[in-house]
C-alpha cells in the first residue's frame, strides 16, 4: 500500500496552472487542494465567475498531469461579525459547492473562523455563543451542498470554535447530514495542555469522528517561547509513525495533503512522510 500524498497547490511555485500542474507530479504528488484564488492569476476567481466550463478547463489541465483536484479550498470567515460580509463568503462558498464537481472534485473545504474579522486570535472563539453561530453558517452551507452531492469539508483548528475533537463531534451531530466531513489536521488539535500525549489525542479523534474523515492535512509543529508554533512536515515533533499506523488501519488510500511546507522542504518532507509510511505497522 503506497501513501497517496498531495500538497496544497499554492505551496507550490508556478507562474500559471500549466506549470503548477507540471510542478506538482514532477515533485511526485498525486493530488492538490485547490484555493483558486491563491493559485490562478491568469483570469477571474472572484464570486459570480465559476461555470461548468470553468471548471471543466482547470480539471483538464491537471488531468493531463495525472494530479487530482481532491480538494477545493474555500477557507472563508464564516463567523464574520460583519454579517453582510460574513453572506457574501458564504454564497462564494455555495457558489464553490455549485460547481466542484465540474473541476473533478466532490470535498469543498474551510476552517470555522474567528470573531476576529482578520481571523485573529480571540479566546472568544471558545464560547458556546460563537460555536452556535459556525452551526447556523456550517447547517446553510450543507442544505446547499446536499442539492448537489458535494461534501462541505469542515477543519478544526485550536485557535478557532472547532478547537477540540470533542467540539468536532458535536458539530457532526448538530448537523446530522452525510455531506458534512472532516479535513482532519492532527496538528491543529496540539496544545501546551496536551501535546505530551499525541496517541491519546489522536485515539480521542478516531475514536468520535474518524469515519468522517475524507481528508487529511500533514504539517508539524514545535513548542518555541511557550508557544505551539507549526512548521513543516518532518521538522517538529508529531508523531507521524503512530498517526500513519492509524490512517493505514482506518482509511486506507486517504489524500494526505501536505501543508505549511514549502520549498527548500517539500523534498525532505516527502521523504520524510514516505519513511514514516514504510516504517508504521497496522495497529492491532
Known amino acids: ?93 455555495k457558489e464553490h459547492i455549485r460547481f466542484a464537481r465540474d473541476f473533478g472534485c466532490t470535498i469543498v473545504g474551510t476552517e470555522t473562523g474567528s470573531v476576529i474579522p482578520s481571523l485573529g486570535y480571540s479566546e472568544d472563539n471558545f464560547t458556546e455563543e460563537a460555536y452556535i453561530e459556525v452551526v447556523k453558517s456550517v447547517r446553510e452551507l450543507v442544505e446547499e451542498a446536499e442539492k448537489f452531492g458535494i461534501i462541505v469539508g469542515i477543519e478544526g483548528g485550536i485557535n478557532h470554535p472547532i478547537h477540540t475533537p470533542k467540539r468536532m463531534k458535536r458539530l457532526l451531530e448538530d448537523v446530522p447530514s452525510p455531506n458534512l466531513q472532516v479535513i482532519y489536521d492532527p496538528a491543529n488539535f496540539m496544545s501546551l495542555d496536551n501535546f505530551h500525549d499525541q496517541h491519546s489525542v489522536m485515539d480521542e479523534a478516531f475514536q468520535l469522528f474518524g469515519d468522517r474523515i475524507v481528508i487529511v492535512h500533514a504539517k508539524d509543529f514545535i513548542v518555541d517561547n511557550g508557544e505551539i508554533t507549526m512548521v513543516p512536515v518532518g521538522t517538529g515533533q508529531l508523531d507521524y509513525i503512530y498517526l500513519l499506523q492509524l490512517l493505514k488501519k482506518e482509511k486506507p488510500f486517504i489524500n494526505i495533503l501536505l501543508e505549511n511546507t514549502r520549498d527548500p522542504h517539500i523534498t525532505d518532507s516527502i521523504h520524510y512522510i514516505q519513511g514514516r509510511y514504510e516504517q508504521a505497522k497496522r495497529v492491532q
Do not use: W
Open 1 to 93: 500500500m503506497k501513501v497517496n500524498l498531495g500538497i496544497r497547490a499554492h505551496d507550490v511555485e508556478a507562474k500559471n496552472l500549466h506549470e503548477l500542474a507540471a510542478n506538482v507530479v514532477q515533485r511526485g504528488f498525486s493530488a492538490v487542494q485547490l484555493a483558486l484564488a491563491k493559485s490562478i492569476t491568469e483570469f477571474s476567481t472572484s464570486t459570480g465567475s465559476l461555470s461548468p466550463g470553468y471548471g471543466h478547463y482547470v480539471k483538464s489541465i491537471f488531468q493531463q498531469h495525472d494530479v487530482r483536484i481532491a480538494v477545493l479550498g474555500c477557507y472563508i470567515n464564516m463567523i464574520h461579525p460583519d454579517l453582510p460580509e460574513r453572506q457574501r463568503q458564504l454564497d462564494r462558498f
